[in-house]
């Protein structure tokens, strides 16, 4: 068995799925000097997230985050493809894609022929079992959860979950990464939604019977928690900005996982997603996003 590669080792980091998540990856590990490969299923979806990467960074310049140089070279560090052969110098590959459990497995069992046998692969699953995960591929020792917040430049937590066979250096690697890349890492054990989803999934979903039992409107129920906890958005604007498809997969986790009725998803969540008013990104959930202002839809 070959021994995980120390943080000094990773120069090339493999990105799977270039959506608001893997982006946001990219952006970091880029502007923290890694060489960043992106691979998603169509070229349009890569031409949008370097685009997005180059908005973001171009906003942080424009508020004095970040210096133009600093911007200029860490754009030329991103390169984009549409297949795993980009992967196969990378010291390290995370996988970004859709919460749907059965998507990450075909992409695990298809990755694994492309890698050195050193390469560490990590998930950026929000729910999903990290030990089962792993059971696909080649390397379960190897195999780890390096679970980002979104927006992933703004937010400064990584959870980092060890499966069950996750050896320590690759632990440690992630963990040093973690801090490489400006973030700090918490551990956290191999259970559904680790932490912070098993604590903020349940209020968002709670938010949601509220306004399906009629307790308060949208933006009541928003500014309560906004004015009322000091909560940076409310729970529905927070919702839309995860993905209420996100926000489902996240509770039947729960759900199923814990085998308990406190995680049931809220059926008007499910409506929601069901009518693929997913959020923002969809341009319609708890709110319009499609007028000027977010107008709240119930
Ligand atoms: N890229 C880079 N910078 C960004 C950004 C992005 N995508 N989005 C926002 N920013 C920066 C802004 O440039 C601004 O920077 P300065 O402080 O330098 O001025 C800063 O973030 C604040 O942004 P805004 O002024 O535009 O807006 P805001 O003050 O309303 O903050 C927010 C926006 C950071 C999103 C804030 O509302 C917030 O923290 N919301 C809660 C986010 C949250 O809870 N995330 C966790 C979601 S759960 C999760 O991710 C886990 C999961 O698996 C589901």
Same mark, same amino acid.
């Given at each position: 068995? %070959?021994?995980?590669?120390?943080?000094?080792?990773?120069?090339?980091?493999? *990105?799977?799925?270039?959506?608001?998540?893997?982006?946001?990856?990219?952006?970091?590990?880029?502007?923290?000097?890694?060489?960043?490969?992106?691979?998603?299923?169509?070229?349009?979806?890569?031409?949008? =997230?370097?685009?997005? $990467?180059?908005?973001?960074?171009?906003?942080?310049?424009?508020?004095?985050?970040?210096?133009?140089?600093?911007?200029? =070279?860490?754009?030329?560090?991103?390169?984009?493809?549409?297949?795993?052969? *980009? !992967?196969?110098?990378?010291?390290?590959?995370?996988?970004?894609?859709?919460?749907?459990?059965?998507?990450?497995?075909? $992409?695990?069992?298809? /990755? %694994?022929?492309?890698?050195?046998?050193?390469?560490?692969?990590?998930?950026?699953?929000?729910?999903?079992?990290?030990?089962? /995960?792993?059971?696909?591929?080649?390397?379960?020792?190897?195999?780890?959860?390096?679970?980002?917040?979104?927006?992933?430049?703004?937010?400064?937590?990584?959870?980092?979950?060890?499966?069950?066979?996750?050896?320590?250096?690759?632990?440690?690697?992630?963990?040093?990464?973690?801090?490489?890349?400006?973030?700090?890492?918490?551990?956290?054990?191999?259970?559904?939604? !680790?932490?912070?989803?098993?604590?903020?999934?349940?209020?968002?979903?709670?938010?949601? +019977?509220?306004?399906?039992?009629?307790?308060?409107?949208?933006?009541?129920?928003?500014?309560?928690?906004? /004015?009322?906890?000091?909560?940076?958005?409310?729970?529905?604007?927070?919702?839309?900005? *995860?993905?209420?498809?996100?926000?489902?997969?996240?509770?039947?986790?729960?759900?199923?996982?814990?085998?308990?009725?406190?995680?049931?998803?809220?059926?008007?969540?499910?409506?929601?997603?069901?009518?693929?008013?997913?959020?923002?990104?969809?341009?319609?959930? !708890?709110?319009? +996003?499609?007028?000027?202002?977010?107008?709240?839809?119930?």
């Amino acid at each position: 068995m %070959t021994t995980a590669p120390t943080p000094q080792t990773i120069k090339s980091v493999g *990105i799977i799925g270039g959506g608001q998540m893997g982006s946001g990856i990219a952006h970091v590990c880029a502007l923290a000097g890694y060489d960043v490969r992106i691979t998603d299923v169509s070229a349009e979806a890569l031409t949008k =997230a370097v685009a997005g $990467i180059d908005a973001n960074m171009t906003r942080q310049v424009a508020r004095g985050r970040v210096t133009e140089e600093a911007k200029n =070279a860490a754009m030329k560090l991103i390169s984009t493809a549409p297949d795993y052969a *980009i !992967f196969k110098d990378c010291d390290f590959v995370i996988e970004a894609a859709t919460e749907r459990e059965e998507i990450k497995r075909e $992409i695990f069992k298809k /990755l %694994t022929p492309y890698l050195k046998p050193s390469a560490i692969i990590a998930t950026n699953t929000s729910s999903i079992s990290i030990t089962r /995960l792993a059971a696909v591929t080649d390397r379960p020792e190897h195999f780890i959860g390096m679970h980002f917040m979104n927006p992933v430049p703004v937010m400064t937590l990584v959870e980092v979950i060890r499966g069950i066979a996750t050896d320590e250096p690759t632990f440690e690697t992630v963990r040093d990464m973690s801090v490489k890349l400006g973030k700090t890492p918490v551990a956290a054990e191999d259970f559904p939604a !680790f932490i912070v989803n098993r604590i903020l999934l349940p209020m968002i979903n709670e938010a949601i +019977y509220v306004l399906h039992e009629g307790v308060g409107s949208v933006e009541a129920i928003d500014n309560a928690m906004h /004015l009322g906890a000091n909560h940076p958005m409310g729970p529905l604007a927070l919702a839309d900005f *995860i993905g209420l498809d996100t926000c489902l997969s996240i509770m039947q986790v729960l759900y199923e996982g814990l085998a308990d009725s406190k995680y049931r998803p809220c059926p008007l969540l499910v409506k929601y997603v069901e009518a693929g008013w997913l959020g923002k990104k969809a341009g319609r959930g !708890f709110y319009d +996003y499609r007028g000027e202002k977010p107008v709240p839809t119930r």
